[in-house]
């Protein structure tokens, strides 16, 4: 899982909640990913930033937020309005840079979480 | 729109036996291809991709794979395999319609290897 870590392991949310999944990395690296992991369904992915102060959506971002204050940091706020959160959370990250188009992303261990 | 596809939900495989896990693109352009491997409850490890150049490419753990244009594939391979090697496997492509590093997943093929 190289040098990105994700907390917590596990995490329990009831309906109507908001809870926040950390996610730091201290490879240096510019870009960031958030992901979503379901059975059967691959990795989606919910938001990204390039940089730090700006991040965009991706295929996924209704009911969720992020912020990207200090470039080793990433949380992800999954709100009341995600109305099927529970799934398996994975952040990633990655060299950045628009005209390294073959980095590998590197992983964190994921953030499962669960809907009471 | 840029997308791979993993044809096999499971894939079965005796110990010491050789294993393919396979993988085809279809993208606009060249591309640039992905295998990860993902343990139970835990994150995604890189082990190869291909960019340009020889067709074989390896990686970790003695995985390699290859590149076939004409067939648009990348099938993932190794020659003897091991039960450590019992995983969740996912190929990826660079989606290269966007401006920044976006991978498009697969949905992803189990592998076991039976003692």
């Known amino acids: 899982d190289g040098g990105i870590t994700q907390s917590p392991k596990y995490l329990f949310r009831k309906e109507g909640q908001n809870v926040t999944l950390s996610c730091e990395q201290n490879?240096?690296?510019?870009?960031m990913y958030w992901y979503r992991q379901d059975p059967g369904q691959g990795l989606r992915l919910i938001y990204y930033?390039?940089?730090?102060?700006?991040?965009q959506k991706g295929d996924i971002a209704e009911g969720y937020s992020v912020s990207r204050e200090k470039k080793e940091s990433f949380p992800l706020t999954v709100t009341s309005a995600q109305k099927n959160p529970t799934a398996f959370y994975l952040c990633a990250s990655s060299i950045g840079q628009t005209g390294f188009s073959y980095n590998e992303q590197f992983f964190g261990p994921g953030t499962r979480l669960t809907v009471l | 729109a840029q997308s791979v596809a993993q044809p096999e939900d499971q894939v079965n495989v005796a110990e010491g036996n050789p294993l393919t896990v396979k993988c085809t693109y279809s993208v606009s352009g060249n591309p640039y291809l992905f295998w990860y491997v993902q343990y139970p409850n835990r994150g995604l490890q890189f082990l190869l991709k291909y960019i340009t150049g020889d067709n074989l490419v390896k990686g970790s753990y003695g995985f390699e794979a290859e590149f076939n244009k004409s067939q648009t594939s990348f099938h993932l391979k190794k020659p003897s395999a091991l039960v450590s090697d019992s995983a969740l496997y996912f190929c990826a492509v660079r989606d290269l319609n966007t401006g920044f590093q976006k991978l498009v997943f697969g949905t992803g093929t189990r592998l076991l290897v039976s003692p």
């Open positions: 930033s390039q940089i730090v102060n700006d991040f």
């Open positions: 490879l240096n690296h510019d870009a």
